[in-house]
């Protein structure tokens, strides 16, 4: 599985961006999906996940209620809506696939990683 993810950029503090992160291959839908961060100097964090039919979302404190995930089957993409963004938000964003159907917050269980999109939020 390869994956590519866009839509980040440069957003005021409250603002929305809408991360895409697209894969190929025919087996999409049997793969839960995370989006992933890393700041400067920090270590990658878990932001969200969702299992393969989109039925089951997991969130970290820190997003809940301002991020959602989701993921459209057909078209082999998961999406990170965000709103209410803050700087503390500001980090390098990468989407990762496992093929197990159950998703997980932990980084190590994750198959298959993309390349990051920027995401910086001002104050």
């Known amino acids: 599985v390869q994956l590519q993810a866009s839509g980040g950029g440069l957003v005021q503090a409250g603002g929305s961006l809408r991360l895409s992160c697209a894969a190929s291959?025919?087996?999409?839908?049997?793969?839960?999906m995370g989006w992933f961060r890393q700041a400067p100097g920090k270590e990658r964090e878990f932001v969200a996940a969702?299992?393969?039919?989109?039925?089951?979302?997991y969130y970290a404190d820190s997003v809940k209620g301002r991020f959602t995930i989701s993921r459209d089957n057909a078209k082999n993409t998961v999406y990170l809506q965000m709103n209410s963004l803050k700087p503390e938000d500001t980090a390098v964003y990468s989407c990762?696939?496992?093929?197990?159907?159950?998703?997980?917050?932990?980084?190590?269980?994750?198959?298959?990683w993309g390349q990051g999109t920027q995401v910086t939020v001002s104050s």
């Open positions: 969702i299992s393969w039919s989109g039925g089951s979302t």
């Open positions: 990762a696939a496992r093929s197990v159907r159950i998703a997980t917050m932990g980084v190590p269980e994750y198959d298959y």
């Open positions: 291959g025919r087996t999409f839908s049997t793969y839960s």
